[in-house]
Protein backbone atom coordinates (compact mmCIF):
# COMPACT_ATOMS: atom_id res chain seq x y z
CA UNK A 1 0.00 0.00 0.00
CA UNK A 2 1.87 3.48 -0.99
CA UNK A 3 1.84 6.40 1.34
CA UNK A 4 -1.56 7.80 -0.39
CA UNK A 5 -3.24 5.03 -0.05
CA UNK A 6 -2.45 4.78 3.53
CA UNK A 7 -3.13 8.49 4.35
CA UNK A 8 -6.44 8.06 2.29
CA UNK A 9 -7.45 5.15 4.18
CA UNK A 10 -6.63 7.12 7.80
CA UNK A 11 -9.07 9.74 6.29
CA UNK A 12 -11.60 7.62 5.88
CA UNK A 13 -11.62 5.64 8.50
CA UNK A 14 -11.47 9.38 10.67
CA UNK A 15 -14.80 10.67 9.04
CA UNK A 16 -16.38 7.31 9.63
CA UNK A 17 -15.42 8.02 13.25
CA UNK A 18 -16.65 11.78 13.00
CA UNK A 19 -20.02 10.52 11.91
CA UNK A 20 -20.28 8.41 15.21
CA UNK A 21 -19.37 11.57 17.13
CA UNK A 22 -21.24 13.81 15.11
CA UNK A 23 -24.53 11.67 16.23
CA UNK A 24 -24.29 11.67 19.64
CA UNK A 25 -23.13 15.12 20.06
CA UNK A 26 -24.14 16.97 17.47
CA UNK A 27 -27.50 15.49 16.99
CA UNK A 28 -28.43 14.24 20.21
CA UNK A 29 -26.33 17.30 22.51
CA UNK A 30 -24.17 14.75 24.42
CA UNK A 31 -20.36 14.92 24.91
CA UNK A 32 -19.00 11.44 24.84
CA UNK A 33 -15.80 11.29 25.79
CA UNK A 34 -15.53 7.77 25.24
CA UNK A 35 -15.76 7.28 21.66
CA UNK A 36 -12.56 5.54 21.53
CA UNK A 37 -13.86 2.96 23.37
CA UNK A 38 -16.06 1.92 20.60
CA UNK A 39 -13.88 2.04 18.56
CA UNK A 40 -11.68 -0.56 20.47
CA UNK A 41 -14.88 -2.65 20.83
CA UNK A 42 -15.07 -3.02 16.55
CA UNK A 43 -11.14 -2.89 16.27
CA UNK A 44 -10.65 -5.81 19.01
CA UNK A 45 -13.29 -7.58 18.39
CA UNK A 46 -12.43 -7.86 14.77
CA UNK A 47 -8.91 -8.55 15.21
CA UNK A 48 -9.81 -10.86 17.89
CA UNK A 49 -11.78 -13.09 15.78
CA UNK A 50 -9.51 -12.53 12.28
CA UNK A 51 -6.41 -13.52 14.59
CA UNK A 52 -7.80 -16.74 16.74
CA UNK A 53 -10.41 -18.12 13.95
CA UNK A 54 -9.23 -16.56 10.89
CA UNK A 55 -13.17 -15.64 9.74
CA UNK A 56 -13.20 -13.73 7.18
CA UNK A 57 -12.72 -9.80 6.96
CA UNK A 58 -16.42 -8.65 6.39
CA UNK A 59 -17.52 -11.17 8.95
CA UNK A 60 -15.11 -10.05 11.86
CA UNK A 61 -15.96 -6.15 11.03
CA UNK A 62 -19.71 -7.42 11.35
CA UNK A 63 -19.44 -9.07 14.14
CA UNK A 64 -17.25 -6.01 15.88
CA UNK A 65 -20.31 -3.32 14.98
CA UNK A 66 -22.69 -6.13 16.83
CA UNK A 67 -20.63 -5.74 19.73
CA UNK A 68 -20.16 -2.59 20.08
CA UNK A 69 -23.93 -2.47 19.89
CA UNK A 70 -24.31 -4.45 22.31
CA UNK A 71 -21.53 -3.15 25.07
CA UNK A 72 -23.44 0.74 24.14
CA UNK A 73 -26.69 -0.70 24.82
CA UNK A 74 -25.73 -2.31 28.20
CA UNK A 75 -23.23 1.07 29.30
CA UNK A 76 -26.19 3.13 28.03
CA UNK A 77 -28.80 2.37 30.43
CA UNK A 78 -27.26 3.72 33.84
CA UNK A 79 -24.91 5.95 31.44
CA UNK A 80 -27.40 7.84 29.25
CA UNK A 81 -29.55 8.60 32.68
CA UNK A 82 -27.31 10.99 33.35
CA UNK A 83 -27.61 14.66 32.20
CA UNK A 84 -24.78 17.21 31.08
CA UNK A 85 -21.67 16.87 32.32
CA UNK A 86 -22.06 14.09 34.50
CA UNK A 87 -22.54 12.07 31.04
CA UNK A 88 -19.54 13.27 29.88
CA UNK A 89 -17.99 12.23 33.17
CA UNK A 90 -19.10 8.46 32.87
CA UNK A 91 -18.09 8.36 29.05
CA UNK A 92 -14.41 8.76 30.79
CA UNK A 93 -15.01 6.35 33.16
CA UNK A 94 -15.42 3.75 30.87
CA UNK A 95 -13.08 4.72 28.42
CA UNK A 96 -10.46 4.29 31.42
CA UNK A 97 -12.45 1.07 32.53
CA UNK A 98 -12.22 -1.13 28.99
CA UNK A 99 -8.14 0.44 28.25
CA UNK A 100 -7.51 -1.18 31.95
CA UNK A 101 -9.46 -4.72 30.70
CA UNK A 102 -7.55 -4.64 27.43
CA UNK A 103 -4.41 -4.04 29.26
CA UNK A 104 -4.54 -6.99 31.89
CA UNK A 105 -6.65 -9.00 29.34
CA UNK A 106 -4.55 -12.04 27.72
CA UNK A 107 -6.67 -13.14 25.73
CA UNK A 108 -6.29 -9.70 24.08
CA UNK A 109 -2.92 -9.32 23.91
CA UNK A 110 -2.29 -7.54 27.34
CA UNK A 111 0.01 -4.28 27.00
CA UNK A 112 1.48 -5.47 23.67
CA UNK A 113 -1.92 -5.81 22.46
CA UNK A 114 -3.29 -7.68 19.28
CA UNK A 115 -0.42 -8.64 16.75
CA UNK A 116 -1.01 -10.16 13.14
CA UNK A 117 -4.58 -9.04 12.11
CA UNK A 118 -3.72 -9.24 8.19
CA UNK A 119 -3.37 -6.08 6.81
CA UNK A 120 -6.47 -6.19 3.99
CA UNK A 121 -7.88 -2.66 4.33
CA UNK A 122 -7.61 -1.15 0.71
CA UNK A 123 -8.78 2.17 0.09
CA UNK A 124 -11.81 1.24 -2.12
CA UNK A 125 -13.31 -0.23 1.14
CA UNK A 126 -13.21 2.13 3.05
CA UNK A 127 -14.72 4.67 0.21
CA UNK A 128 -17.36 1.57 0.98
CA UNK A 129 -17.62 2.27 4.27
CA UNK A 130 -17.56 6.38 4.35
CA UNK A 131 -20.59 6.55 1.60
CA UNK A 132 -22.55 3.71 3.81
CA UNK A 133 -21.97 5.71 6.80
CA UNK A 134 -22.56 9.43 5.74
CA UNK A 135 -25.74 7.76 3.50
CA UNK A 136 -26.94 5.97 6.81
CA UNK A 137 -26.42 9.03 9.33
CA UNK A 138 -28.32 11.37 6.91
CA UNK A 139 -31.48 9.29 6.45
CA UNK A 140 -31.50 8.92 10.30
CA UNK A 141 -30.94 12.89 10.85
CA UNK A 142 -33.62 13.61 8.77
CA UNK A 143 -35.94 11.29 9.83
CA UNK A 144 -38.35 11.60 12.98
CA UNK A 145 -35.65 9.75 15.28
CA UNK A 146 -33.26 12.17 14.06
CA UNK A 147 -35.61 14.78 15.03
CA UNK A 148 -36.66 13.19 18.05
CA UNK A 149 -32.52 13.79 19.25
CA UNK A 150 -32.46 17.21 18.15
CA UNK A 151 -35.45 18.33 20.17
CA UNK A 152 -34.19 16.44 22.96
CA UNK A 153 -30.84 18.49 22.35
CA UNK A 154 -33.01 21.36 21.97
CA UNK A 155 -35.57 21.30 25.33
CA UNK A 156 -35.58 17.63 26.89
CA UNK A 157 -39.22 19.28 28.87
CA UNK A 158 -40.93 20.05 26.11
CA UNK A 159 -39.98 16.83 23.59
CA UNK A 160 -41.64 14.30 26.57
CA UNK A 161 -45.03 16.76 26.35
CA UNK A 162 -44.84 15.51 22.41
CA UNK A 163 -44.48 12.24 23.45
CA UNK A 164 -40.56 11.54 22.97
CA UNK A 165 -39.44 9.29 25.23
CA UNK A 166 -36.27 11.18 25.47
CA UNK A 167 -34.26 7.98 27.44
CA UNK A 168 -34.90 6.13 24.43
CA UNK A 169 -34.06 8.66 21.45
CA UNK A 170 -30.34 8.95 23.74
CA UNK A 171 -30.48 5.06 23.62
CA UNK A 172 -31.13 4.79 19.87
CA UNK A 173 -28.56 7.73 18.66
CA UNK A 174 -25.72 6.03 21.53
CA UNK A 175 -26.57 3.01 19.77
CA UNK A 176 -26.40 4.01 16.50
CA UNK A 177 -22.95 6.25 16.62
CA UNK A 178 -21.11 3.21 18.61
CA UNK A 179 -22.17 1.05 15.44
CA UNK A 180 -20.31 3.57 13.51
CA UNK A 181 -17.56 3.49 15.81
CA UNK A 182 -17.06 -0.41 15.80
CA UNK A 183 -17.34 -0.43 12.31
CA UNK A 184 -14.24 2.34 12.15
CA UNK A 185 -12.76 -0.08 14.21
CA UNK A 186 -12.80 -3.07 12.65
CA UNK A 187 -11.42 -1.06 9.01
CA UNK A 188 -8.61 0.64 11.65
CA UNK A 189 -8.06 -2.73 12.89
CA UNK A 190 -7.60 -4.81 9.21
CA UNK A 191 -5.59 -1.55 8.45
CA UNK A 192 -2.95 -1.18 10.90
CA UNK A 193 -2.63 -5.09 11.89
CA UNK A 194 -1.77 -4.58 15.50
CA UNK A 195 -3.94 -2.96 18.40
CA UNK A 196 -2.27 -1.60 21.83
CA UNK A 197 -4.87 -0.29 24.33
CA UNK A 198 -2.84 2.75 24.17
CA UNK A 199 -4.64 3.56 20.97
CA UNK A 200 -8.50 3.84 22.15
CA UNK A 201 -7.49 6.46 25.29
CA UNK A 202 -9.74 9.87 26.56
CA UNK A 203 -7.36 12.18 24.56
CA UNK A 204 -7.89 10.04 21.11
CA UNK A 205 -11.71 10.60 22.00
CA UNK A 206 -10.76 14.43 22.62
CA UNK A 207 -9.82 14.53 19.33
CA UNK A 208 -12.69 12.96 17.93
CA UNK A 209 -14.65 15.41 19.57
CA UNK A 210 -12.04 18.04 18.28
CA UNK A 211 -12.58 17.31 14.32
CA UNK A 212 -16.39 17.61 14.76
CA UNK A 213 -16.10 20.60 16.22
CA UNK A 214 -13.79 22.36 13.82
CA UNK A 215 -16.13 21.38 10.86
CA UNK A 216 -18.88 22.81 12.67
CA UNK A 217 -20.31 20.58 15.60
CA UNK A 218 -24.17 21.17 14.38
CA UNK A 219 -23.15 20.25 10.38
CA UNK A 220 -23.07 16.72 9.17
CA UNK A 221 -21.07 17.81 6.44
CA UNK A 222 -18.68 19.90 8.56
CA UNK A 223 -18.10 16.81 10.29
CA UNK A 224 -16.93 15.01 6.90
CA UNK A 225 -14.46 17.95 5.97
CA UNK A 226 -13.45 18.55 9.85
CA UNK A 227 -12.26 15.24 9.95
CA UNK A 228 -11.20 15.15 6.86
CA UNK A 229 -9.12 18.12 6.75
CA UNK A 230 -7.46 17.53 10.62
CA UNK A 231 -6.29 13.97 9.49
CA UNK A 232 -4.64 16.01 6.27
CA UNK A 233 -3.05 18.06 8.35
CA UNK A 234 -1.52 16.29 10.60
CA UNK A 235 -0.16 14.46 8.08
CA UNK A 236 1.31 17.14 6.33
CA UNK A 237 2.73 18.47 9.61
CA UNK A 238 5.05 15.16 9.98
CA UNK A 239 7.76 17.21 8.91
CA UNK A 240 7.81 19.85 11.77
CA UNK A 241 8.59 16.75 13.89
CA UNK A 242 8.59 17.44 17.51
CA UNK A 243 6.52 20.80 16.63
CA UNK A 244 3.61 18.60 15.24
CA UNK A 245 1.09 19.12 17.90
CA UNK A 246 1.72 22.59 18.82
CA UNK A 247 1.48 23.41 14.98
CA UNK A 248 -1.84 21.54 15.09
CA UNK A 249 -2.96 23.14 18.32
CA UNK A 250 -2.46 26.63 16.92
CA UNK A 251 -4.07 26.23 13.90
CA UNK A 252 -7.51 24.75 16.16
CA UNK A 253 -7.51 27.79 17.64
CA UNK A 254 -7.12 30.33 15.43
CA UNK A 255 -10.10 28.51 13.35
CA UNK A 256 -12.00 28.11 16.80
CA UNK A 257 -11.77 32.05 17.57
CA UNK A 258 -12.58 33.18 14.28
CA UNK A 259 -15.56 30.70 13.73
CA UNK A 260 -16.73 29.64 16.75
CA UNK A 261 -18.85 27.47 15.24
CA UNK A 262 -17.09 25.58 13.45
CA UNK A 263 -15.75 25.83 9.52
CA UNK A 264 -19.41 25.45 8.01
CA UNK A 265 -21.72 26.34 11.63
CA UNK A 266 -24.79 24.94 10.58
CA UNK A 267 -24.69 24.42 6.83
CA UNK A 268 -25.34 21.23 5.17
CA UNK A 269 -24.32 20.52 1.86
CA UNK A 270 -27.27 19.47 -0.36
CA UNK A 271 -28.08 18.61 -4.21
CA UNK A 272 -30.65 21.16 -3.71
CA UNK A 273 -28.38 24.31 -2.60
CA UNK A 274 -26.43 23.80 -6.16
CA UNK A 275 -29.80 24.70 -8.30
CA UNK A 276 -30.82 28.10 -7.77
CA UNK A 277 -34.24 27.79 -8.74
CA UNK A 278 -34.83 24.45 -6.44
CA UNK A 279 -33.11 26.80 -3.33
CA UNK A 280 -35.81 29.31 -3.94
CA UNK A 281 -38.22 27.09 -3.90
CA UNK A 282 -37.61 25.57 -0.70
CA UNK A 283 -36.32 28.44 0.69
CA UNK A 284 -33.25 26.90 1.67
CA UNK A 285 -31.10 29.74 1.60
CA UNK A 286 -32.90 31.34 4.83
CA UNK A 287 -32.63 28.64 7.48
CA UNK A 288 -29.96 26.23 8.23
CA UNK A 289 -31.53 22.58 8.13
CA UNK A 290 -29.29 21.33 10.53
CA UNK A 291 -29.73 22.54 13.96
CA UNK B 1 -62.29 2.56 36.06
CA UNK B 2 -64.21 5.52 35.11
CA UNK B 3 -65.97 4.74 31.79
CA UNK B 4 -68.55 8.00 31.44
CA UNK B 5 -68.12 9.83 28.46
CA UNK B 6 -69.10 13.13 29.58
CA UNK B 7 -65.97 13.81 31.38
CA UNK B 8 -62.78 14.24 29.79
CA UNK B 9 -60.88 14.98 32.42
CA UNK B 10 -61.71 14.68 36.02
CA UNK B 11 -59.30 15.36 38.83
CA UNK B 12 -60.09 13.90 42.62
CA UNK B 13 -58.37 15.38 45.38
CA UNK B 14 -55.37 16.06 44.01
CA UNK B 15 -52.77 17.16 45.99
CA UNK B 16 -48.92 17.91 45.61
CA UNK B 17 -46.35 19.17 48.41
CA UNK B 18 -43.36 20.25 48.08
CA UNK B 19 -41.73 19.56 51.38
CA UNK B 20 -43.55 21.57 54.24
CA UNK B 21 -45.10 23.63 51.22
CA UNK B 22 -48.47 22.53 50.34
CA UNK B 23 -49.04 23.85 46.38
CA UNK B 24 -51.90 22.25 45.41
CA UNK B 25 -54.51 21.34 48.02
CA UNK B 26 -56.88 18.40 47.64
CA UNK B 27 -58.41 20.10 43.95
CA UNK B 28 -61.25 18.68 42.49
CA UNK B 29 -63.06 19.77 38.96
CA UNK B 30 -64.03 18.24 36.31
CA UNK B 31 -64.16 19.50 32.80
CA UNK B 32 -66.59 18.09 30.06
CA UNK B 33 -65.80 17.22 26.34
CA UNK B 34 -65.44 20.31 24.40
CA UNK B 35 -65.38 22.98 26.93
CA UNK B 36 -63.41 25.63 27.55
CA UNK B 37 -62.40 26.15 31.30
CA UNK B 38 -60.38 28.75 32.77
CA UNK B 39 -58.18 28.45 36.03
CA UNK B 40 -57.61 31.97 37.17
CA UNK B 41 -56.23 32.87 40.27
CA UNK B 42 -53.26 35.16 41.91
CA UNK B 43 -49.63 34.35 42.04
CA UNK B 44 -48.29 31.52 43.66
CA UNK B 45 -51.86 30.13 44.09
CA UNK B 46 -51.09 26.90 42.50
CA UNK B 47 -52.59 26.78 39.17
CA UNK B 48 -49.05 25.53 37.07
CA UNK B 49 -48.33 23.24 39.55
CA UNK B 50 -52.08 21.86 38.38
CA UNK B 51 -50.96 21.87 35.19
CA UNK B 52 -47.41 20.05 35.84
CA UNK B 53 -49.47 17.56 37.54
CA UNK B 54 -52.24 16.86 35.17
CA UNK B 55 -49.35 16.75 32.30
CA UNK B 56 -47.27 14.05 33.98
CA UNK B 57 -44.45 16.23 34.78
CA UNK B 58 -44.07 16.11 38.18
CA UNK B 59 -46.39 13.21 40.49
CA UNK B 60 -48.67 14.47 42.39
CA UNK B 61 -48.65 13.58 46.52
CA UNK B 62 -52.52 12.25 46.82
CA UNK B 63 -55.42 12.24 44.52
CA UNK B 64 -56.07 10.92 41.18
CA UNK B 65 -56.20 12.28 37.53
CA UNK B 66 -58.80 10.89 34.62
CA UNK B 67 -58.38 11.23 31.30
CA UNK B 68 -61.00 10.76 29.22
CA UNK B 69 -61.59 7.86 31.82
CA UNK B 70 -58.16 6.66 31.86
CA UNK B 71 -56.48 6.95 34.87
CA UNK B 72 -53.09 8.74 34.33
CA UNK B 73 -51.74 9.27 38.08
CA UNK B 74 -48.50 9.78 38.47
CA UNK B 75 -47.94 8.34 34.63
CA UNK B 76 -44.75 10.03 33.02
CA UNK B 77 -45.22 13.08 30.64
CA UNK B 78 -44.64 10.82 27.01
CA UNK B 79 -47.53 8.47 28.65
CA UNK B 80 -49.31 11.16 29.31
CA UNK B 81 -49.06 12.94 26.30
CA UNK B 82 -49.71 9.07 24.09
CA UNK B 83 -52.92 9.18 25.70
CA UNK B 84 -53.81 12.33 24.16
CA UNK B 85 -52.65 15.59 26.33
CA UNK B 86 -50.85 18.33 25.04
CA UNK B 87 -49.88 21.63 26.70
CA UNK B 88 -47.84 24.59 26.24
CA UNK B 89 -45.70 26.17 28.79
CA UNK B 90 -45.66 30.29 30.09
CA UNK B 91 -42.35 30.71 29.00
CA UNK B 92 -41.48 29.87 25.36
CA UNK B 93 -40.51 26.36 24.86
CA UNK B 94 -39.81 25.83 21.14
CA UNK B 95 -37.00 23.90 20.03
CA UNK B 96 -34.54 26.58 18.72
CA UNK B 97 -32.38 26.51 16.12
CA UNK B 98 -34.75 24.12 14.39
CA UNK B 99 -37.01 25.82 11.67
CA UNK B 100 -40.56 26.26 11.95
CA UNK B 101 -41.56 23.21 10.09
CA UNK B 102 -38.83 21.04 12.04
CA UNK B 103 -40.79 21.96 15.31
CA UNK B 104 -44.26 20.90 14.28
CA UNK B 105 -43.21 17.90 12.75
CA UNK B 106 -40.86 17.19 15.47
CA UNK B 107 -44.25 17.51 17.63
CA UNK B 108 -45.84 15.28 15.47
CA UNK B 109 -43.06 12.46 16.54
CA UNK B 110 -46.16 9.98 17.72
CA UNK B 111 -48.05 10.66 14.55
CA UNK B 112 -45.51 8.70 12.55
CA UNK B 113 -45.27 4.87 12.75
CA UNK B 114 -42.21 4.07 10.50
CA UNK B 115 -39.76 1.95 12.21
CA UNK B 116 -35.74 2.48 13.06
CA UNK B 117 -34.65 0.28 9.86
CA UNK B 118 -37.01 2.68 8.20
CA UNK B 119 -35.34 5.62 8.86
CA UNK B 120 -31.95 4.54 8.36
CA UNK B 121 -32.46 2.94 5.14
CA UNK B 122 -34.95 5.91 3.49
CA UNK B 123 -37.72 3.05 3.23
CA UNK B 124 -40.36 4.07 0.55
CA UNK B 125 -42.62 3.76 3.73
CA UNK B 126 -41.17 6.59 5.56
CA UNK B 127 -41.30 8.91 2.23
CA UNK B 128 -44.40 8.57 2.69
CA UNK B 129 -45.38 9.31 5.94
CA UNK B 130 -42.88 11.98 6.22
CA UNK B 131 -44.60 13.27 2.85
CA UNK B 132 -48.20 13.12 4.60
CA UNK B 133 -46.82 14.33 8.19
CA UNK B 134 -45.08 17.63 6.22
CA UNK B 135 -48.22 18.09 4.07
CA UNK B 136 -50.51 18.41 7.63
CA UNK B 137 -47.94 20.64 9.67
CA UNK B 138 -48.31 22.72 6.06
CA UNK B 139 -51.89 22.79 6.16
CA UNK B 140 -51.77 23.82 9.92
CA UNK B 141 -49.25 26.77 9.52
CA UNK B 142 -50.86 27.89 6.70
CA UNK B 143 -54.54 27.92 9.01
CA UNK B 144 -52.07 29.95 11.13
CA UNK B 145 -50.85 32.67 9.44
CA UNK B 146 -47.29 30.70 9.67
CA UNK B 147 -46.66 29.06 6.32
CA UNK B 148 -44.41 32.13 5.06
CA UNK B 149 -42.45 31.46 7.61
CA UNK B 150 -41.93 27.59 7.63
CA UNK B 151 -38.20 27.45 6.58
CA UNK B 152 -37.38 30.70 9.20
CA UNK B 153 -35.56 29.62 12.31
CA UNK B 154 -38.40 29.13 15.28
CA UNK B 155 -36.68 31.83 17.18
CA UNK B 156 -36.00 34.27 14.67
CA UNK B 157 -40.16 34.69 14.45
CA UNK B 158 -41.09 37.53 16.69
CA UNK B 159 -42.87 37.02 19.75
CA UNK B 160 -46.31 36.65 19.34
CA UNK B 161 -45.67 34.36 16.15
CA UNK B 162 -43.49 32.17 18.67
CA UNK B 163 -46.50 31.69 20.84
CA UNK B 164 -48.66 30.63 18.12
CA UNK B 165 -46.05 28.25 16.85
CA UNK B 166 -46.50 26.38 20.33
CA UNK B 167 -49.91 26.18 20.29
CA UNK B 168 -49.71 25.13 16.64
CA UNK B 169 -47.27 22.08 17.60
CA UNK B 170 -49.67 21.15 20.45
CA UNK B 171 -52.80 20.56 18.28
CA UNK B 172 -50.94 19.04 15.32
CA UNK B 173 -51.46 15.27 16.85
CA UNK B 174 -55.20 16.41 17.45
CA UNK B 175 -55.12 15.84 21.53
CA UNK B 176 -58.26 15.26 23.17
CA UNK B 177 -57.08 17.47 25.89
CA UNK B 178 -54.82 20.71 25.25
CA UNK B 179 -53.44 22.84 28.73
CA UNK B 180 -52.54 26.52 27.48
CA UNK B 181 -50.69 28.39 30.16
CA UNK B 182 -51.31 32.09 30.55
CA UNK B 183 -51.13 32.07 26.10
CA UNK B 184 -52.10 35.93 26.23
CA UNK B 185 -48.91 36.93 28.34
CA UNK B 186 -46.72 39.54 26.85
CA UNK B 187 -49.32 39.96 23.69
CA UNK B 188 -50.14 42.90 22.67
CA UNK B 189 -54.26 43.75 22.42
CA UNK B 190 -54.61 43.20 18.78
CA UNK B 191 -53.00 39.65 19.34
CA UNK B 192 -54.57 38.86 21.58
CA UNK B 193 -57.69 39.22 20.17
CA UNK B 194 -56.43 37.00 17.40
CA UNK B 195 -55.48 34.57 20.02
CA UNK B 196 -59.09 33.94 21.09
CA UNK B 197 -60.29 33.44 17.55
CA UNK B 198 -58.25 30.86 17.53
CA UNK B 199 -58.72 29.30 20.35
CA UNK B 200 -62.42 29.14 19.61
CA UNK B 201 -61.18 27.89 16.19
CA UNK B 202 -59.80 25.24 17.71
CA UNK B 203 -62.41 24.38 19.82
CA UNK B 204 -64.76 23.89 17.15
CA UNK B 205 -62.81 22.43 14.42
CA UNK B 206 -60.40 20.34 16.18
CA UNK B 207 -63.12 18.98 18.94
CA UNK B 208 -60.91 19.63 21.83
CA UNK B 209 -61.14 20.15 25.42
CA UNK B 210 -59.21 22.84 26.42
CA UNK B 211 -57.62 24.12 30.28
CA UNK B 212 -56.14 27.56 30.03
CA UNK B 213 -54.19 29.35 32.95
CA UNK B 214 -54.64 32.99 32.24
CA UNK B 215 -54.56 36.47 34.20
CA UNK B 216 -56.00 38.38 31.42
CA UNK B 217 -59.76 38.81 32.61
CA UNK B 218 -60.32 39.82 28.84
CA UNK B 219 -59.52 36.22 27.70
CA UNK B 220 -61.02 34.57 30.44
CA UNK B 221 -64.32 36.58 30.17
CA UNK B 222 -64.52 36.01 26.19
CA UNK B 223 -63.54 32.13 25.79
CA UNK B 224 -64.19 30.07 28.98
CA UNK B 225 -67.64 28.20 29.47
CA UNK B 226 -66.19 27.70 33.30
CA UNK B 227 -64.07 29.30 35.32
CA UNK B 228 -62.06 27.86 38.60
CA UNK B 229 -60.56 30.53 41.07
CA UNK B 230 -58.34 29.13 42.82
CA UNK B 231 -56.33 31.01 46.24
CA UNK B 232 -53.18 29.09 48.15
CA UNK B 233 -53.36 25.54 46.24
CA UNK B 234 -57.10 25.51 46.49
CA UNK B 235 -59.98 25.87 44.81
CA UNK B 236 -61.47 29.11 45.89
CA UNK B 237 -64.72 29.35 43.62
CA UNK B 238 -66.07 27.54 40.18
CA UNK B 239 -68.65 28.47 38.24
CA UNK B 240 -69.26 30.83 34.82
CA UNK B 241 -67.46 33.86 34.55
CA UNK B 242 -70.45 36.16 35.66
CA UNK B 243 -70.77 33.59 38.46
CA UNK B 244 -66.99 33.93 39.50
CA UNK B 245 -66.83 37.85 39.24
CA UNK B 246 -69.45 38.54 41.16
CA UNK B 247 -68.27 35.96 44.53
CA UNK B 248 -67.29 38.35 47.25
CA UNK B 249 -63.83 35.92 48.01
CA UNK B 250 -62.69 35.89 45.05
CA UNK B 251 -62.96 39.68 44.82
CA UNK B 252 -61.65 39.68 47.97
CA UNK B 253 -58.39 37.54 46.82
CA UNK B 254 -57.83 38.30 43.46
CA UNK B 255 -60.04 40.75 41.71
CA UNK B 256 -60.11 43.72 44.25
CA UNK B 257 -62.65 45.97 44.41
CA UNK B 258 -62.79 49.20 41.74
Sequence with gaps: MSFYESVFVNVGIMIIIAQGVYVITGLTGLFSLGQSSFVAVGAYTAGFLATRFEMHPLLCILAGIVVSILVSFIIGIPSLRLRHVYFSLATIAYCYALQAILTVSETFGGSIGLVGVPVVTRWWHVVLGVVATVWIVRNFKLSRFGLACLSVRTDELAARTYGIQTFVSKQIAFSLASAISGLAGGLLAFNLGYLSPDMFTVPVSSEYLIMVFFGGLYSQTGAVLGAAALTVLMELLRTTAAWRMIAYSTIILIIILVRPNGLFGTWEFSLDSLNPRRRAKHGLAKGGEGV | ?258
Design chain 2, 1 to 258: MNTSTDTMLEVKDLSKQFGGLVAVDHMCFSVDPQQIVGIIGPNGAGKTTVFNLISGIIPPTSGKILLDGNCITSQSCHQVAMLGMRRTFQEIHLFRGLTVLQNVKSAAYRQMDYSLVDALLWSRRLRSEERAITELAMELLDRFDLAGTAHERADSLPYGMQKRLEIVKAIVSSPKVLLLDEPAAGLNPGETIELMELIHKIREEMDMTILIIEHSMEVIEGICDNVIVMNFGKKLAEGSWEEVQTNEEVIRCYLGVD
